[in-house]
T-cell receptor
Framework: QKEVEQDPGPLSVPEGAIVSLNCTYSNSAFQYFMWYRQYSRKGPELLMY????GNKEDGRFTAQVDKSSKYISLFIRDSQPSDSATYLCATTPYSSASKIIFGSGTRLSIRP | EAGVTQFPSHSVIEKGQTVTLRCDPISGHDNLYWYRRVMGKEIKFLLHFVKESKQDESGMPNNRFLAERTGGTYSTLKVQPAELEDSGVYFC????????????FGPGTRLLVL
């Protein structure tokens, strides 16, 4: 069983739509959750992080963690063509907080 | 401020050859990480340096891989001899601190072993 499961997509939505990206994780000891964005031919770039259950908002982006169900979500409001990228959920194990465990990534395309 | 840089951007080699990848972290970042993504799989951790010391090398796949960070600045990752399954994208990242500090990734080196 993978430690972080993520639907690879691809996901294509029209500009302005609300996007929902989701992951599940297997280990209840995971404490720190992240979303990375990766444009084509670039490295992953940290978008948001959160420590606890609940929501964290940053502009058009909202990260949500539900530790009871081991579920991580990223919502993008008013999606723009520039949001087209691969989105990777990630976490770090308590025993080695420097080592990032990534999901496989969801490829998102926003149609103008 | 310059980001993490990696060289080369692409490398095509034959099975059995040696390849050396280089990573230059962000200036002042003591922590340097190597990750890789093989075809169809997720990005996986290889190892973590703090300055010139290996803090965690639990992700290194086998002894054909050798990572060094002499002087605590840039790092090299050598694959010798390369096998077909080593093909993928090798990412380097760096951070100031260790625990739950933001890791800044380079653009990656695309390695193809034929």
């Amino acid at each position: 069983q993978k430690e972080v499961e993520q639907d690879p997509g691809p996901l294509s939505v029209p500009e302005g739509a609300i996007v929902s990206l989701n992951c599940t994780y297997s280990n209840s000891a995971f404490q720190y959750f992240m979303w990375y964005r990766q444009y084509s031919r670039k490295g992953p770039e940290l978008l948001m992080y959160t420590y606890s259950s609940g929501n964290k908002e940053d502009g058009r982006f909202t990260a949500q963690v539900d530790k009871s169900s081991k579920y991580i979500s990223l919502f993008i409001r008013d999606s723009q063509p520039s949001d087209s990228a691969t989105y990777l959920c990630a976490t770090t194990p308590y025993s080695s907080a420097s080592k990032i465990i990534f999901g496989s990534g969801t490829r998102l395309s926003i149609r103008p | 401020e310059a980001g993490v840089t990696q060289f080369p951007s692409h490398s095509v080699i034959e099975k059995g050859q040696t390849v050396t990848l280089r990573c230059d972290p962000i200036s002042g970042h003591d922590n340097l990480y190597w990750y890789r993504r093989v075809m169809g799989k997720e990005i996986k951790f290889l190892l973590h340096f703090v300055k010139e010391s290996k803090q965690d090398e639990s992700g290194m796949p086998n002894n054909r891989f050798l990572a060094e960070r002499t002087g605590g600045t840039y790092s090299t990752l050598k694959v010798q001899p390369a096998e077909l399954e080593d093909s993928g994208v090798y990412f380097c990242a760096s951070s100031q601190g260790q625990y739950q500090e933001t890791q800044y990734f380079g653009p990656g080196t695309r390695l193809l072993v034929l």
